[in-house]
């Protein structure tokens, strides 16, 4: 019988590497919290037509990359490859533009592309998101990036650069798609590269062929045909970031992967990672939401990979020692089966008061219980006997220094709670 395996190009953490990879997925979303973004739960597949309207026919995600299938009732659903899209259907479904703007939400989950596997580029990988609704202030462009920033310095990273750009307004961007329509009707290019073009110019810029990059170089800048009012606000932008002493690169051929996207646009490149270097980004997207039938207000928000965040903290050596990868506060060992009566009830109680715990099960020796206890990170053991039982003290063992300190059975709940411990 063939040996059953994940599908290719899925990314599955298990411990001890999973606790790193909750560790790094918290920390961006207790960053987006504290800016008083609220949890948005999508649905994991979608109408197909939403993502063909809000992401764009010209997108590689689009036309190459998304899982779709029919259902049974043979409507065409897609699993969800981004974020954006599936709230601002959930916006527009549940009114949830008729309370007070902005509207400030955050999304986690697993998210599919069938692209080409390799490290840092997955099948199934894993977001935490959040977008603003409602207001086209340049004040909320400069929170979303901060939050990002924050989160970024939490996990204690520091090789990494934010690029930035701003790909204007509807006047800044029909000013400038004259002179570029000009400009490659000029290239010579395959007919799949020309009709990529015909349907959105700017995705030229974000063809990665040395070729296609080669014959772009010239090609004229949206940043150049700014209006007054995204130049002014593309600025505001820039003095925030700055009085805030967060590094940029100004990056002007930078149009990330989807169609949405308009004003300012940003990427954070980890400089630890190799061709898959990009961990996070975003940018606004005004028009997005009417274009999905809804009224005509402006968002911004960011998607920032899991998987490859992770992969730069560890590239880094952001995870050393002192970070310990178990919860457990304790580890329980029992010499006897009476012993071990007395323990399981002794680990409900302190489960119930909030302590974390776990014990040695299966009819171990004390050698390999010990064993059980190092494995499993808890910062402190104890072993109970009959004489631990009859007399009520254990020995309290701190695991990193190996010291003990004897503990009245009755004490530990406060003993181990964490404002004591």
Known sequence: MRELQAPKGVSEYFPPRSYYFEFVRQTLIDS???????????????DTELFRRGV???????????????????????LRPEGTAGVMRSVI??????????????????????????AGRYRQFYQVGIEAIGLPDPEIDFEVIAIADRAFKSLGLKSYRLDITSLGDAQSRASHRIDLVEFISKLNLDEATRARSEINPLRLFDDKREEIIAIMADAPLLLNYLSKESKESFAKVQELLARAKIDYVINPRMVRGLDYYTGTTFEFVSEKLGAQSGIGGGGRYDGLMAELGGDDLSGIGFGLGVDRILL??????VF????????????????????????????????DSGISCDMAYGDRSLKGAMKSADRSGARYSLVIGPDEISSGNVLLKEMRSGESKEVRIASLIEFLTPSNS
């Open 56 to 78: 764009g026919e010209s997108t590689d995600v689009v036309s190459k990359e998304m899982y779709t299938f029919d259902d049974r009732g043979g409507r065409s659903l897609t």
């Open 320 to 351: 050393d020692s002192t970070l310990n990868n178990s919860e457990l506060s304790l580890f329980l060992i029992a010499l006897g089966p009476e012993e071990k009566v007395f323990v399981s009830v002794l680990l409900n109680d302190l489960r």
């Open 312 to 317: 730069a903290c560890e590239a880094e050596g």
């Open 32 to 46: 987006a919290k504290i800016s008083g973004y609220q949890l948005m739960e999508l649905p994991v597949f979608e």
């Open 93 to 118: 479904e549940h009114n949830l533009d008729k309370l007070a703007l902005p509207i400030k939400v955050w999304y986690s989950g697993a998210f599919f592309r069938a692209e080409r596997p390799q």
